[in-house]
C-alpha cells in the first residue's frame, strides 16, 4: 500500500522550517522590519507565498521575516502572533487561521503600530487591516464544481472534503462549490466532511466514502492536505480515475498525483504573487500611500493536458525558494 502523504509533509515541514528560519533585509541593515505568519507551516502554498514576499523584500529593501505554527489551528497560531507583536515589527502579513478567534491577536499587532496585511484569508472585521489579499476564492469553488461536472458528465453523486468551518477561504469555495454543482440537476450532493488539515483524516474520510456510497463519482478537495489526503484515499480503495478528484492548489505532490492519474483537476492560486503584493502593500501603508482595501488575484483550472503548457506551468507551487 502507498503512503506518499507523510513523505510529502516530512519534505515541506523541513522546507518550511528552514524558509521559515530565513530573513532578508536586502542589505538595508536596520531598514524595515516585515513579519510574515503563515497559515501553516509545511504547506507549499504560504512557501510559494514566502518566496514571493522575500523577492519583494529584497527589491524594496526591508527585513522579511517568516513564521507559523506547525498546524492549522487558531489556538496554536495565537501564541505565534503574540510572540511577532512583543518584536513591534513595522507591517505583518498574516493569513489569519479563523475568521473571529484572531482578532484580538491582530488588534495587538495593530495597537503596537504595526501595519496589518492579510493575506489569503481574512478575518470577518475589516477594520483592522489596511488590505486583504487573495485569490476569488468562491469563483474558484464555482470553476471547480465545473470542473468536476464536465468530468463525471453531469451525472452520478459527488462529495466535498475540506478542513474546518471558521475559515474565510475554504468557506468561499465550499459556497461557491456548492452553489454550482446544485445547478447540475443529474448530481447528486453528499455535503461536505471536515479533515482537520490532516492528509490522513482526509484519505481515511474518503476511504469511508467510497465504500458507503458505491455510485459515488466525483470528490472535491478544498485545499492542499484535503486535495492530497483525497488523492490518497482513492487511491487506497482501488479507485484511482474512477472517482474523479478536483482539488485546491497545485503542489508538487498534487501535480504529480494529477499527472499519474489519481487527481483529474487542480484549482491553482497565484500564492507567489500575494505574497509580493503584501509586502508592497505593507511599504505603501507605511510611505503613507493609498491601499486598495482588497485585492484580488488569479487562478486557474490545470487539467493533465494544460499542466505543460506556459502560460499554466508558472501558476505551480514550490516546495523551496
Not at 514571493?52 to 529584497?58: D, I, L, N, V
Not at 484569508?121 to 477594520?127: G, I, N, P, R, W
Not at 451525472?155 to 452553489?179: H, N, Q
Not at 499542466?307 to 507551487?317: A, F, H, I, M, T
Request: aromatic share 4%; with cysteine; charged share 25%.
Amino acid at each position: 500500500m502507498k503512503t506518499p502523504t507523510y513523505v510529502a509533509v516530512a519534505i515541506a515541514l523541513t522546507a518550511a522550517a528552514t524558509l521559515g528560519g530565513c530573513s532578508d533585509d536586502g542589505g538595508s541593515g536596520g531598514g524595515r522590519k516585515i513579519t510574515f505568519v503563515q497559515g501553516v507551516k509545511g504547506d507549499e502554498f504560504y512557501i510559494s507565498m514566502a518566496c514571493g514576499a522575500q523577492q519583494k523584500a529584497k527589491e524594496l529593501g526591508v527585513k522579511l521575516d517568516v513564521t507559523g505554527a506547525d498546524k492549522w489551528d487558531a489556538s496554536l497560531q495565537t501564541p505565534v502572533v503574540n510572540a511577532v507583536a512583543a518584536k513591534s515589527p513595522d507591517a505583518v502579513l498574516i493569513a489569519p487561521t479563523d475568521t473571529q478567534a484572531l482578532r484580538q491577536p491582530e488588534q495587538q499587532l495593530k495597537s503596537r503600530g504595526a501595519k496589518v496585511i492579510e493575506v489569503d484569508t481574512k478575518l470577518d472585521d475589516a477594520s483592522i487591516r489596511e488590505t486583504a489579499i487573495s485569490s476569488d476564492n468562491e469563483r474558484g469553488g464555482a470553476l471547480a464544481a465545473q470542473t468536476l461536472a464536465n468530468l463525471v458528465q453531469d451525472r452520478g453523486t459527488v462529495a466535498a472534503i475540506s478542513v474546518k468551518p471558521g475559515i474565510s477561504t475554504t468557506d468561499a469555495r465550499l459556497k461557491g462549490f456548492e452553489t454550482e454543482i446544485r445547478k447540475h440537476p443529474g448530481i447528486t450532493y453528499l455535503g461536505v466532511q471536515y479533515n482537520d488539515d490532516d492528509p490522513a483524516k482526509a484519505a481515511s474520510i474518503v476511504t469511508s466514502t467510497i465504500a458507503a456510497h458505491r455510485d459515488l463519482v466525483g470528490i472535491f478537495g478544498a485545499n492542499v492536505f484535503s486535495g492530497e489526503g483525497a488523492a490518497t484515499g482513492i487511491e487506497q480503495a482501488g479507485k484511482a480515475g474512477q472517482v474523479k478528484l478536483v482539488a485546491f492548489d497545485a503542489t508538487p505532490k498534487q501535480v504529480e498525483a494529477l499527472r499519474k492519474g489519481s487527481i483529474q483537476g487542480l484549482i491553482a492560486q497565484k500564492p507567489f504573487d500575494i505574497g509580493a503584493q503584501g509586502v508592497e502593500q505593507a511599504v505603501a501603508a507605511l510611505d503613507k500611500k493609498p491601499v486598495p482595501k482588497t485585492i484580488a488575484t488569479d487562478l486557474i483550472a490545470v487539467t493533465k493536458d494544460n499542466v505543460d503548457q506556459p502560460d499554466v506551468s508558472k501558476y505551480l507551487y514550490k516546495g523551496a525558494c
